[in-house]
């Protein structure tokens, strides 16, 4: 068939980017009641919190746990995946709005590197 013919059928991961570099600011649109424009945003990567102790599901798996009758509930132990998503955090610098912007898998992730330049002399 037509898919067959156009290298439809890949060996290995298809949407991994080996490297990200991303500025530290961007202008993208800030979706706030105060600004609804394209603003300065100040980007960061995304870090989970430290886990309550007293959220529902955590006190819940901890009840379960307590007394005789060993791990309660599964143990993930199948890891398939070599990269993470990155999430990055964008901070509106003119009403300091924050949301979140998901960006595609890689195995490296870099902000606000030093850019790559066309045709410049590799110096040792």
């Known amino acids: 068939h037509l898919l067959a013919e156009q290298n439809d059928f890949h060996i290995g991961p298809r949407n991994i980017t080996i490297m990200v570099n991303v500025p530290k600011t961007r202008k993208t649109f800030c979706s706030a009641s105060k600004c609804r424009k394209h603003t300065m945003h100040k980007v960061t990567q995304y870090k989970a919190g430290k886990a309550s102790l007293y959220a529902q599901g955590k006190r819940r798996y901890d009840r379960k746990q ?5 791990q309660t509930k599964p143990v993930f132990h199948k890891k398939a995946k070599t990269t993470r998503k990155v999430t990055l955090r964008l901070e509106c610098t003119v009403c300091k709005a924050k949301h979140q912007q998901a960006i595609k ?3 490296h992730f870099e902000l606000g590197g030093d850019k790559k330049r066309k045709g410049q002399m590799i110096s040792f």
């Open 66 to 70: 307590s007394g005789f009758g060993g």
């Open 105 to 107: 898998r890689c195995k």
